[in-house]
């Protein structure tokens, strides 16, 4: 059982570069969410997503996009990378909110640094 | 709107003492549910209680309870018998269930240090 899965765990961008986060869960679960997370600070919501085809903007939306094609992938992309983004990115997913056991998933996390 | 407030960036405890660390909501939806999580200097996140906004008593999972107090806004976590193992940060999180759409938000964190 993967749980949500992350991919990569470490990357290096240049400025102005693009690049596109990958998370994956193999529960079912309807609710996806991606977060950032700054050194000794909390988490930040970038975007979730309450079932395929339809996300909404979280706190901090501003340079990224996403897409929910299928229940099981939630992508997050950076268009033009800047050094502001440096930071590590969680994906985490939760069952609706009929279906009990409420708590999210996380995956391993993303390091992304952005020179 | 939903906000979380944690104002313990820091806290220190004796190892075998309870500790509570505050959070404080505030949330425009009727219903909610309201979790912690802690995160080892390894980075992992790991579920350690919830509670939900409708819950007539409060969460308790082994060492770990919620002291939820709705009037107040407040969603305490408290570790009874700390261990060296506790040190970490703790995150409090809430969940709007009803006209936030299943947004879940965390505070800032409380960076727990147990002592020997």
């Known amino acids: 059982n993967a749980g949500v899965t992350q991919t990569p765990k470490f990357r290096i961008l240049k400025i102005g570069q693009s690049m596109t986060l990958q998370c994956a869960q193999d529960?079912?679960?309807?609710?996806m969410y991606w977060y950032r997370q700054d050194p000794g600070m909390g988490l930040k919501l970038i975007y979730y997503?309450?079932?395929?085809?339809?996300?909404d903007k979280g706190e901090v939306p501003n340079g990224y996009n996403v897409s929910r094609s299928t229940t099981e992938d939630f992508p997050l992309r950076l268009e033009l990378a800047a050094p502001s983004q440096t930071s590590v990115y969680f994906c985490?997913?939760?069952?609706?909110?009929?279906?009990?056991?409420?708590?999210?998933?996380f995956g391993q996390g993303t390091r992304l640094t952005v020179v | 709107a939903q906000k979380i407030t944690q104002t313990q960036p820091g806290m220190f405890v004796q190892e075998k003492e309870a500790v509570t660390l505050d959070c404080t909501y505030d949330t425009s939806d009727p219903s909610y549910g309201l979790f912690w999580y802690k995160q080892p200097s390894s980075g992992e996140m790991i579920f350690l209680i919830y509670?939900?906004?409708?819950?007539?008593q409060n969460a308790t999972e082994g060492r770990y309870s919620l002291n939820f107090q709705k009037a107040r806004k407040s969603a305490n976590l408290v570790i009874s018998a700390s261990q060296l193992g506790d040190s970490a940060m703790y995150f409090c999180a809430m969940r709007g269930l009803y006209n936030q759409g299943g947004k879940l938000i965390f505070g800032q964190g409380t960076e727990l240090s147990v002592k020997p």
């Open positions: 509670q939900g906004s409708y819950d007539q």
């Open positions: 529960m079912n679960h309807n609710y």
């Open positions: 997503s309450v079932g395929a085809g339809i996300t």
């Open positions: 985490a997913s939760s069952r609706g909110i009929r279906d009990g056991n409420l708590e999210a998933f």
